[in-house]
């Protein structure tokens, strides 16, 4: 069974039509890029799929259930933004067990899953230090925790290193495709970023003026894009 589902997803805008007849199927566990050029929509599907949004038509399965309608609490999935949502007067502890406190979570219960995201990320260290008192690549990693205690079924990352510096962010790709590695989770990113997308993914999806151009493995869109549109885009030098 698909892990997500997505039919015939239409979002308008007023008479502003963001998203068109979106279609796509995600396996439990895969890494799923989707990348295209600012304003094709990237966002407003991760919203819709997150609950952030009311598509218009069309409907979104999680887990082989219709969740249109849904509220974003009880769709068991988990957004990263990026770093500078931290709350700068909470530890990283308490960064990183913000959601589990607003669920009112006993204590033991957010202990330990604060302690195993800290160990995985890295940030064992930290975690009596402010935001402000960490570097650009840890404050992610602190977002990232936030996601991990929740056990979401889906991860959704929005153009979450394009904050950092080039060094940094070559560095949190690869960290990120660990931790996929390491959860065995569901994610799906965002990005307007060829390189991001063509050394992430397990699949991309290519998307241009809210509608889905190509979907297929990063060798599979390189050696076989399916329009012009994917050649130049895909094909283009960063
Ligand atoms: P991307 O993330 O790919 O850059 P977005 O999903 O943010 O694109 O935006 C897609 C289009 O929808 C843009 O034209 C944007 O201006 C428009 N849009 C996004 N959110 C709203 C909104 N709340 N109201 C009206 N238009 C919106
Ligand atoms: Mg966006």
Avoid: W
Wanted: charged share 25%.
């Amino acid at each position: 069974m698909n892990r997500l589902q997505l039919k015939h997803l239409t979002k308008r805008f007023g008479c502003l039509e963001v998203l068109h007849d979106v279609n796509l199927e995600i396996a439990n566990g895969e890494f799923v890029v989707f990348v295209g050029p600012s304003g094709c929509g990237k966002s407003t599907l991760l919203r819709s799929i997150a609950g952030l949004e009311n598509v218009t038509s069309g409907e979104i399965i999680i887990d082989g259930m219709r969740v249109n309608g849904v509220p974003p609490v009880r769709r068991g999935i988990a957004m990263v933004f990026q770093s500078y949502a931290l709350y700068p007067h909470l530890n990283v502890f308490e960064n990183i067990a913000f959601p589990l406190r607003v669920e009112h979570r006993p204590d033991s219960d957010v202990k330990k899953r604060v302690a195993a995201a800290a160990e995985i990320l890295h940030l064992q260290e930290r975690l009596y230090h402010k935001p402000g008192e960490l570097s650009g690549g840890q404050r992610q990693r602190v977002a990232i925790g936030r996601a991990i205690v929740r056990e979401p079924k889906i991860f959704l990352f929005d153009e979450p290193l394009s904050n950092l510096d080039a060094a940094l962010r070559s560095n949190m790709r690869f960290e990120l495709t660990k931790l996929h590695a390491e959860l065995g989770a569901t994610m799906i990113y965002v990005t307007h970023d060829q390189t991001e997308a063509m050394t992430m993914a397990d699949k991309i999806v290519v998307m241009n003026s809210g509608k889905v151009e190509q979907i297929g493995g990063p060798i599979e869109l390189y050696q076989r894009p399916a329009n012009e549109f994917v050649a130049s885009f895909i094909g283009s030098p960063k």
